[in-house]
Each structure stands twice: as structure tokens, then as C-alpha cells.
């Protein structure tokens, strides 16, 4: 059974910091995966999303990598802002159906 | 703005109530979905409609009652819910990848439920 995790849990950053967000998942049979960014009481934003055979995304200041073989994704995001502060969720695609992890909270403070 | 939208965007209902929501997409997407997030749980996928066909039920209980008329139109139909139900729901669309490929999906702002 698919299992995501992500760490940490949360993090609190002042404004400026470049910071990597951690996703781990148990099995390597995936077709994607995805980035999301969730502001309080709202939707989800895509952010990025990596095929199985990509090895890594970029949109502005945010880059994403995928290692299938060890079951890692990182979000790295360059040069935090206030705006940036919100809970970032990774999920894994298996079969037409995402497999989320429990996301990182951020707060970039100014 | 995704183009998904939800109606309604918060829901009190009592118990032995019955109420629907509803999910619209004019984005062309043939894939529906509805998924479930509780407080303090990773979001859970409930069920996956492809072009108008549930083909994904994910053991949720029959009180949830999905219905799919068109590929732009997803329903979830509420009846004799408990308080743990009370959540977000969240409803996701993607248009048909290309052979082994799935596209990424787009979420609607979704519903908070409160169960009396």
C-alpha cells in the first residue's frame, strides 16, 4: 500500500531564505507526481508536476526533483516571501488515483 | 482560479438530513473526483468518474452517494451523515493524458461540511 509522508511537518523562516520541503513515498510504481500549495479553508493549487520518466520541474522560484528509485521528491523554493506562506501538499499518482501526504505548513515571516 | 467550481461552499446539516453537493467543470476534462479532507488526515480520494463511469469507489460508505450525469457535471448526494463526516470536500477534474501518462488535476475550492 502506498504510503506519502512529508517533512517537516512545519517551518518558520524569515523572509529571504531559500528552503527545501521533503516527500518521501514507499512504493516506486508511480506515474507522477504532484505539488500542491493549500491557503487555509481553500482548494488546491498545482503547483508542479513531475512525470515518472522527468527527473525534475521548474516554475519561478520553485524547482521540484523526483528520485523514483528512492522514493523522494524535493520542492525547493528560492528566495521565501510572506505570500509563500501556506501548506504544501505532495501526492503521487498510482493508477488515475493521487496519494497524498500529510503536507508542511510555512510561514515566511517578513 | 482552476475553472472547477463547487457549490455549495459551506454546508451545516443535521444528522438525519439529506443534501447534495455539486462540482462543474467546462474545462473539457473527462476525470472527476472526490476527495475528503479531515482535519489532521492526509486528503483521501473517495471516488473517480472517467467519462461519465465510476471507476473507483474507495471503500466510502453508502450514506455518500456520487452521481455523474455529464463529464462536466459531478454530484455527491449526503444522507443520514454522522459528525465525523463533518470536513472539507474537494472535487478535482483532468482532461485524458496520453496512454500510460496521467495530466495533472485541477481542484475545485471545495465544500465545508459541518455534521450537527
Known amino acids: 500500500k502506498q504510503e506519502v509522508t512529508q517533512i517537516p511537518a512545519a517551518l518558520s523562516v524569515p523572509e529571504g531564505e531559500n528552503l527545501v520541503l521533503n516527500c518521501s513515498f514507499t512504493?516506486?510504481?508511480?506515474?507522477?507526481l504532484q505539488w500542491f500549495r493549500q491557503d487555509p479553508g481553500k482548494g488546491l493549487t498545482s503547483l508542479l508536476l513531475?512525470?515518472?520518466?522527468?527527473r525534475e520541474q521548474t516554475s519561478g522560484r520553485l524547482n521540484a526533483s523526483l528520485d523514483k528509485s528512492s522514493g523522494r521528491s524535493t520542492l525547493y523554493i528560492a528566495a521565501s516571501q510572506p505570500g509563500d506562506s501556506a501548506t504544501y501538499l505532495c501526492?503521487?499518482?498510482?493508477?488515475?488515483?493521487?496519494?497524498f501526504g500529510t503536507g508542511t505548513r510555512l510561514q515566511v515571516f517578513p | 482560479e482552476t475553472g472547477v467550481t463547487q457549490t455549495p461552499r459551506h454546508l451545516v446539516m443535521g444528522m438525519t438530513n439529506k443534501k447534495s453537493l455539486k462540482c462543474e467543470q467546462h474545462?473539457?476534462?473527462?476525470?472527476m473526483y472526490w476527495y475528503k479532507q479531515s482535519a489532521k488526515k492526509p486528503l483521501e480520494l473517495m471516488f473517480v468518474?472517467?467519462?461519465?463511469?465510476?471507476?473507483e469507489n474507495n471503500s466510502v460508505p453508502s450514506r455518500f452517494s456520487p452521481e455523474c450525469p455529464n463529464s462536466s457535471h459531478l454530484f455527491l448526494h449526503l444522507h443520514t451523515l454522522q459528525p465525523e463526516d463533518s470536513a472539507l470536500y474537494l472535487c478535482?477534474?483532468?482532461?485524458?493524458?496520453?496512454?500510460?501518462?496521467?495530466?495533472?488535476?485541477?481542484f475545485g475550492p471545495g465544500t465545508r461540511l459541518t455534521v450537527l
Open positions: 478535482a477534474s483532468r482532461p485524458q493524458g496520453l496512454a500510460g501518462t496521467y495530466n495533472e488535476q485541477f
Open positions: 512504493d516506486s510504481a508511480i506515474y507522477n
Open positions: 513531475i512525470q515518472s520518466s522527468q
Open positions: 501526492a503521487v499518482d498510482n493508477t488515475d488515483k493521487l496519494i
Open positions: 474545462l473539457g476534462h473527462n476525470a
Open positions: 468518474y472517467n467519462f461519465k463511469e465510476q471507476t
